[in-house]
């Protein structure tokens, strides 16, 4: 049997999905759409693939040898858990995060490495970092179609699946890309709750809550009710893709946490629950933050004591996002527990998000 086919078959009694070989030219056409989308801000300031793209779009920049790249996609739904409709005071966490679905992945791909090293040729697992835009990879192997969410989409599987690659010098057969597209089909873009899929194929990362739930700073107010009960993640332009339903349909219970037991935990027991989560710089407060403002809009007046306590903390940031918390639930409490927030108040934007969730709490009350 030829090396590629040990390969593929290796590859899925080790939980590949879907698996495919290409050459390992460069990506040139990715390369220009990513300069597309940073001169127009589309990135968000994210780093990843658009801090360097051609090294992202170009494998052999980090690995000179490449000719082939073994690429595999590996489902993670069912067995993710879906977190079902929202309940009160408890968040969710995204399917591919709902633990470390990379491990297997990766566990997987380094097999196929150490395999084809015992061959006597050079080999590098790649998953999920900036060397390879893992998409690109996928579809020119053939492991599934371009997606107008952006998602790599494959039969069955539809969009629940991660991807990575095998960089290697072997002289693997290569598969042709799928010969399948979305067609008539646009669910997933009326589907985002904030319209960064505006235009099909192309992802608005400002307005997209995956990118907003991560990176650090002060959630803008237009975003925070469209968070919902989101800590982590988000799924709306995957759930309403119909090559990936069926999946959806068998898969249990997961993915959701009490909001109240999360913002009661330290640093290193909320940063070790999530270790598996990209948290820029380790900041639990970013998860605290996340965290305030689903309070907000899954709580009730029950929780405004503990909300209230976070008006009083230490960290702005906290402080904020607890004012609008507060005043998203509304009602004669929130009104009087912002009153005696607002009268020590020295920082600005604090006070003046004060001033803004009174108004809100005065309008729910
Ligand atoms: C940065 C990043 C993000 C950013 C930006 C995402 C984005 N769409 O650009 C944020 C934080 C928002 C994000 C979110 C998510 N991510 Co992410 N992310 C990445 C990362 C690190 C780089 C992606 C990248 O290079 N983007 C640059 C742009 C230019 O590429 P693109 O969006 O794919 O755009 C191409 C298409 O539009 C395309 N195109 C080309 N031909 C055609 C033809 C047609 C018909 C169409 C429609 C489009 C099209 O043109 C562009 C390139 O030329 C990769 C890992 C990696 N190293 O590759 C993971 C990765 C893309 N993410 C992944 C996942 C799972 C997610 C989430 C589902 C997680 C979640 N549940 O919250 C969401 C999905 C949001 C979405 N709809 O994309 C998986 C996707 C797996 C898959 N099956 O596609 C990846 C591949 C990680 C992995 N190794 O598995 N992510
Ligand atoms: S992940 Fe959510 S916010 Fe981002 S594009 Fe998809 S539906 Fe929109
Ligand atoms: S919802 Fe429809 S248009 Fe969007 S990615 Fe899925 S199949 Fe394509």
Request: charged letters at 25%; aromatic letters at 6%; a neutral charge.
């Amino acid at each position: 049997m030829s090396l590629t086919q040990q390969l593929h078959d290796l590859a899925h009694r080790l939980g590949a999905d879907r698996t495919g070989v290409c050459t390992a030219d460069s990506f040139d056409a990715v390369a220009a759409s990513i300069h597309d989308r940073v001169a127009d801000g589309l990135h968000a300031g994210l780093g990843f693939t658009f801090k360097d793209p051609e090294r992202s779009t170009d494998v052999r920049q980090s690995f000179p040898w490449a000719h082939r790249l073994f690429v595999v996609g590996r489902a993670y739904v069912p067995g993710a858990g879906s977190p079902g409709p929202i309940r009160p005071g408890s968040t969710r966490v995204a399917r591919f995060a709902t633990a470390d679905h990379y491990a297997p992945l990766r566990a997987c791909l380094d097999e196929l490495a150490a395999t084809i090293e015992r061959a006597g040729y050079r080999a590098a697992s790649v998953s999920d970092d900036d060397r390879l835009v893992d998409r690109a990879a996928a579809v020119r192997a053939g492991v599934g179609w371009w997606g107008k969410n952006t998602m790599v989409l494959a039969p069955d599987v539809g969009p629940w699946m991660l991807l990575g690659s095998v960089v290697t010098d072997a002289p693997l057969h290569v598969d042709p890309p799928m010969a399948r597209s979305c067609g008539t089909c646009t669910a997933c873009i009326p589907a985002c709750p904030t319209g960064a899929l505006d235009t099909a194929g192309v992802l608005d990362a400002t307005r997209c809550l995956a990118a907003i739930l991560q990176q650090p700073g002060v959630i803008p107010r237009r975003f925070r009710k469209a968070i919902g009960d989101r800590l982590y993640g988000c799924d709306d332009c995957l759930e309403a893709c119909p090559p990936g339903r069926r999946r959806l349909e068998s898969d249990g219970d997961g993915g959701r946490h009490e909001i109240v037991a999360l913002l009661g935990m330290d640093d290193w027991s909320l940063l070790r629950r999530f270790e598996h989560f990209y948290v820029p710089k380790r900041r639990a407060g970013i998860l605290r933050r996340n965290a305030l403002v689903a309070l907000g809009n899954v709580g009730n007046a029950d929780e405004v004591p503990l909300l209230a306590g976070f008006l009083g903390h230490p960290v702005d940031l906290l402080r904020l996002h607890a004012a609008w918390a507060v005043g998203n639930i509304g009602g004669e409490l929130a009104v009087s527990v912002l009153r005696a927030a607002r009268s020590g108040e020295r920082t600005p934007d604090v006070a003046a998000e004060i001033d803004l969730a009174l108004i809100d709490a005065r309008i729910g009350a």
